[in-house]
């Protein structure tokens, strides 16, 4: 296909999104759990592209965004250690604390090294043997057998300084948190392709079944999205709750059992908080006892006092997360602040929702009106 | 008698000093200008006269293509002719940490030479500081230049105006790849390498063709995003370009992919963008094609009346997004 | 959430593969998908292979082409041309 | 908007940049010809241009009587000085270390604008570039000057001719002995502090007065001996000075004497050395004594036509010894 | 008095020495055995005003040139050790050992502070708990008492990370060496005045006996220095061979007890190395056994052949230091051996022989010929 | 051999002495000259009071130019002036 073929299709997808939707004779609201999707839903423009009656909202899919503060204040005291290099992906460097954030410790002298593969960290701790390095082990199922890959690979060598901070989330609990929320109303879930290349789609089906709500697995091409889009009004308008695959290149339905196995091997299931939805039970990963030793928090628990007591802000991010208000509904978008200025974790990041809006122009662009 | 690594005594000015500035220095930028141990230079210069300066802190300092040298000599002549003069001469401030390698900073003076050569500029007056081991990066160079700005031009942001054309120079991001990839174990073929390369003599036949260019401006820090941002705010004026317009080698999409970085953020070092009436525009391209570091200029898009101050592209798929100011530093990012 | 690119793999040596996107190339881990073999192209996140990629269908986009085909505006000719093509 | 401290987004050439330029440097530097975001700024200049730059790298940045800004200024209005012109504008390049203070930026930028103000010039185009924490010290600044060439004068080491008189125009080794003392844990009298100054208006009514004057010369780097000893080279002559012409504050000699320093090996920031002919060297001395900078110049010594290439010292007791160029940069010493 | 007074008295005492000296008929040859008289007789042109007959000649009194190649060898390889950081007068930096200098280490990258007291030593090694600071201890009796003593506050503070190498020399053996070497030949010696500080006068008195050669302890001054030759030339020309003291304002007969009993605490006599004399008889000083907490070549040994081989070259230092050559008689001087890249000690250090002769322009200097 | 200068007690707590050299000051030890008392004048070497320095002897001087005195080129005159002196 080339791009005209690719524009053609777009807009013959986008006229059918619009006819269909156009019988439910409703509001259609989907979700897009995933932050990937929300950043090219922006980028290529494609909420300016949908009928009016068709609504995005954006899910709890940004690693960075559903962190809680108390992780990041932990992250930022092990920085601050001066036995410790903390090797992080970029994502996290501004997501701020309570009080601080990563990159404020590094300014003020934290070792602190961007890596693009958590096995990078393998190399920096035989470099610094007399240091203690310290992975930021965030992120969703995709990214949680590349950590456990990392703890094992670092086992087999006889590294013995390198460790992890754990806070990998899973996202099926998380949607079912989501659902039983009076506040949140969603037609049908964008379901999020990377996760699912590793868990596979059937994870899906017991939500979709249990609250009859349409579940499009996709991609990240914006035709993609439009062809998942495509899909979850027809099943709206047909009455019916299915899960669908429109990934099938990379995404099987028994997804990678190897991943499985190895993430299995070294992280159980356990309750843990997101930002905005408090604890939700079983819906995090960490270290099973045979790991401890690469465990930071069990090798070296901060001393207790160590960490700030909680913030307030007004900051709206745990409903922006929910979907129950958008970024504009928040007092502090676009004002207070802004991606050099974050306040909230939304903001910061670039998959935060009130970044995507405040970057893509959601609200103070003049073009496409 | 210079030994093998850069001292602090050979930044104390004295005997190791002028050893250093005699053995190493002088050969390498030796022109009938060039002050010897004077406090300056003597240059003539008459009428209008551009004036700029630029610090370059590159890691690392050898990538393919080029080195910071080139960087520091190239992105002072750019700054000059995007003003719209004729670079003549510049100055060199090295300041380089206590153990570099001599066999390093010969061959990044020996570039330097080169690059100054090609662009038709004399070094005239320089300086060399040693800071203690661990105080700086290997080298850090300063160049300031000036430069006899061409009769008829006046280039300022404000004389953009709707309907005038951006015109770009060419591929875009290259020279952030080369340095960015390295650094995150990426492997980029030998065909890409950094842009960098002195733009003066192209921009001297775009302007004397077409006085009337209203801005041109080299899209290096902050990439081309930042160029737009900065003008379309300074105009106050919106610009809309055009997504499948932007020419982006395959590879450095690659590495954006890859790190998730956009290639509209990516720094360039030897490209132009040049804001024109659109009824001279294709003449403009026609100009910069003939010369090898223009052969892909092409128009990307557009100045607009609405959305003053803000930048928009349009979508492969033809939606219309902002295209925001860079916030900080790239870097790589799993989501 | 997590970025991922397709990558052609060139070799593979005692669990690294070394890749190629684009023309841009870099070793990662086959530890997750120790099935793929030099010639496959494969999905890459944080210096992982982590999924064998298909060949991409144009069956498949012909179908969809097929399933929205005169079916102008309405759900019933939509349903329709499906379950035509 | 701006943090307390510098970072690397900062220098990163996107909205942080934009915010520290305009909260933080625009409102320092501030004048009708700052290139405001440009690549470069346009200035009218004509004739003879004398060009000259130097980068500052001393520790610590904030001393009796000064930080690294005031340096900054200073010694490039006073190298465009010391060619025989006068200074107009200068460019300012930092580079800063992450971390910094916003608010010793803020002392230093404001330093740099009263020097220039004093000096008459205008600082018009600069740079920003900002490097990982350990990467600098704190911060580098460049300086680049251009100025105009005093007409009928011709600074050269190759017009000294024996029988020419040497002239001072003050106290030696006060700059260095400020920076040295608390180095080495000496506490000096609020009396002594660095003596850096711009010295464009003294040397300005000096050519005016007597155009031929040979040479003029800021001994920084490598104090009153390099200086004596480059022109002895470059002159084919030979200088003969007299150690109790030389003036030495008591607090620097002492500072001398504890870390087992020699005076004319001390860095100054305000002061020059003139080679006058004999005839008018009282005259230039006069014309000195007038400016608040010259008050205590004097004749320190001759050009001889013996010992060519050489400096020579008279000492108290009536000896002569060699004044050799510095080998190196000045450590204390127990023996 | 005045300089003007001064310049006078300068006149009349050379005038004096000449006459005196002219009387005996014979050409005389004083030793000035501490390296700061050799550079104060240079900076103040005082060989330039003497009679043809009187003859000043350099003995081994500077620290940094009579110290080994092998000391030298063993500092850097401290140096270059990842978890040291060497304190060192600014003197030795750029002295050779076989292969490289502290200079070069540091420029490599080696950690090496700069100080002026052994003293500041004591808080590096507070600031830098994970590293071992080691003191480069050498130089004369003067010197002593201060590396001593700051072992002593170093162990009264309880500060564990500070050690010393130890390579101290004493000033009579090494005088009575050169007083038995046949090549030598002294007709008197101006003795040094800070190292008389803390001895006192009292220890000249055997060697100024037995070998009846006149000494005169003397301070820095120019004029001092001056008084002392008339002081010698008188000597010589009555026959006489005395100890006379010309810097009674700070030298007492007895020197300075305290300094000489913390010494003698630390340190205990014992044979050392001089360059181009060989090993001298109870010419060093080693730290006593109490101490062998504080003496890194104890504590933390160098391997067995982590230093080089001893090298050969043209450089007569050796001889230098005995008076028996001047520089100008060394092949290299002032060709391959220039300050800027010495290759004997005595080029190296500011009171090194060979380095006052090219600095001050002996025999490549036109003026007052 | 061993650079030292004469420094002005100005004070002295637990050891450390501050001491002043033509106005410039510094803290030394005065671990090996406990004698030493603020008003005194000390030898300083390597940050260590060395020794108590006496008054300059004007006298000194006197006696020397005595010696010298009416000594004009010959031994046998100075030897005369001293025994005189
Ligand atoms: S705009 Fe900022 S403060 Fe408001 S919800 Fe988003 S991140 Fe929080
Ligand atoms: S001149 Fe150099 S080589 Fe010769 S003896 Fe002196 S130090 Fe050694
Ligand atoms: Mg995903
Ligand atoms: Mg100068
Ligand atoms: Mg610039
Ligand atoms: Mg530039
Ligand atoms: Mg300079
Ligand atoms: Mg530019
Ligand atoms: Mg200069
Ligand atoms: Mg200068
Ligand atoms: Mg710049
Ligand atoms: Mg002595």
Redesign the pocket.
Do not use: H, S
């Given at each position: 296909m080339d791009k005209k073929e690719e524009r053609e299709l777009a807009q013959r997808l986008v006229a059918e999104i619009t006819a269909l939707a156009e019988t439910t004779g409703r509001k259609l609201r989907f979700m897009e759990v995933c932050g990937t999707h929300t950043v090219v839903i922006f980028r290529a423009g494609i909420r300016q592209l949908l009928p009016a009656n068709v609504e995005l909202v954006s899910g709890p899919g940004c690693p960075v965004c559903v962190t809680p503060d108390d992780y990041m204040d932990k992250a930022i005291a092990y920085a601050q250690h001066p036995e410790v290099i903390i090797t992080t992906f970029g994502d996290m460097l501004k997501v701020p604390g309570t009080k601080s954030s990563l990159s404020e410790a590094k300014t003020n002298g934290a070792d602190i090294r961007i890596v693009y593969s958590p096995l990078d960290s393998i190399q920096i701790a035989k470099d610094n043997p007399d240091k203690k390095v310290v992975f930021l082990a965030v992120g969703f199922e995709t990214t949680a057998p590349t950590a456990a890959a990392t703890v094992l690979a670092a086992e087999q060598q006889g590294v013995k300084n390198l460790f992890m901070l754990s806070a990998q989330k899973l996202v099926p609990p998380v949607m079912e948190t989501l659902l039983n929320d009076a506040q949140v109303h969603v037609d049908g879930f964008i379901l999020p392709g990377h996760v699912s290349v590793v868990t596979g789609t059937g994870i899906y089906e017991p939500i979709v079944q249990n609250y009859h709500v349409p579940g499009v697995v996709t991609g990240f091409e914006p035709l993609q999205i439009l062809r998942a889009l495509y899909r979850l009004v027809k099943q709206v308008a047909k009455g019916e709750a299915k899960v669908e695959n429109e990934y099938e290149d990379v995404v099987r339905p028994e997804g990678n059992p190897v991943s499985q196995r190895i993430t299995d091997t070294v992280y159980e299931a356990a309750d843990t908080g997101w930002r905005g939805m408090g604890i939700v039970p079983l819906s995090g990963l960490k270290m099973r006892a045979e790991y401890a030793a690469f465990d930071i928090e069990q090798v070296m628990p901060l001393p207790v006092g160590e960490l700030p007591p909680a913030k307030k802000?007004?900051?709206?991010?745990g409903e922006?997360l929910r979907g129950i208000v958008t970024?504009q509904d928040?007092p502090?978008?676009g004002k207070a602040?802004v991606p050099t200025h974050?306040?909230?974790?939304?903001?910061v990041s670039v998959e935060?929702v009130?970044a995507a809006w405040f970057k893509y122009g959601q609200g103070r662009f003049e073009y496409g009106k | 008698m210079v030994s093998d690594k850069v001292t602090l005594a050979h930044g104390a000015g004295g005997k190791m000093s002028q050893e250093l500035m005699e053995e190493v220095i002088l050969p390498a930028y030796g022109n009938p200008l060039l002050e010897e141990m004077h406090d300056g230079a003597q240059v003539q210069m008459s009428g209008q006269v551009a004036f700029t300066t630029d610090s370059y802190v590159v890691q690392p300092l050898f990538f393919a293509g080029g080195n910071i040298g080139k960087l520091a000599v190239c992105g002072t002549v750019n700054d000059l002719a995007m003003t719209g003069a004729i670079p003549r001469y510049i100055s060199a401030g090295l300041i380089i940490e206590e153990g570099f390698p001599v066999k390093d900073l010969k061959e990044i003076l020996a570039t330097m030479r080169q690059m100054a050569d090609e662009a038709g500029i004399y070094i005239v007056t320089g300086d060399t500081k040693v800071v203690e081991k661990g105080k700086a990066d290997g080298i850090f160079i300063n160049t300031a230049g000036i430069g006899d700005v061409i009769r008829g031009t006046h280039i300022s942001p404000k004389n953009v105006k709707p309907g005038m054309k951006v015109i770009l120079s060419g591929y875009i991001g290259d020279h952030a790849a080369a340095i960015l990839a390295g650094r995150h174990g990426l492997t980029l073929p030998d065909t890409v390498k950094t842009d960098c390369a002195p733009l003066c003599h192209m921009t001297k036949a775009m302007l004397s063709a077409v006085p009337d260019i209203a801005v041109l401006r080299d899209p290096t820090r902050g990439g081309v995003a930042a160029v737009l941002n900065e003008i379309a705010v300074a105009s106050d004026c919106g610009i809309l370009i055009d997504e499948e317009a932007l020419p982006i080698h395959e590879e450095v999409q690659g590495v954006c992919d890859i790190l998730g970085f956009d290639p509209l953020y990516l720094a360039n070092e030897g490209k132009c963008v040049a804001f024109v009436p659109a009824d001279r525009a294709q003449g403009v391209v026609d100009i910069m094609r003939a010369n090898k570091y223009g052969r892909d200029a092409r128009i990307i898009g557009e100045v607009t009346e609405t959305a003053k101050g803000q930048v928009g592209l349009r979508t492969a798929i033809g939606g219309i997004r902002v295209v925001d100011m860079p916030l900080g530093n790239l870097v790589p990012r799993i989501c | 959430m997590c970025l991922a690119v397709p990558a052609k793999v060139l070799e593979i040596e005692n669990a690294i593969g070394k890749v190629e996107i684009a023309g841009v190339s870099r070793e990662v881990s086959m530890m997750l998908l120790p099935e793929a073999k030099p010639g496959d192209f494969v999905l890459v996140h944080a210096g992982f292979a982590m999924q064998i990629v298909d060949e991409k269908d144009a069956e498949e986009t012909n179908a969809l082409l097929a399933e929205m085909k005169g079916a102008p505006r309405t759900v019933g000719a939509i349903e329709e041309s499906v379950s035509h093509g």
């Open positions: 802000t007004a900051c709206r991010c922006v970024p928040c502090l978008f602040c974050a306040i909230g974790p939304c903001m935060g009130c | - | -």
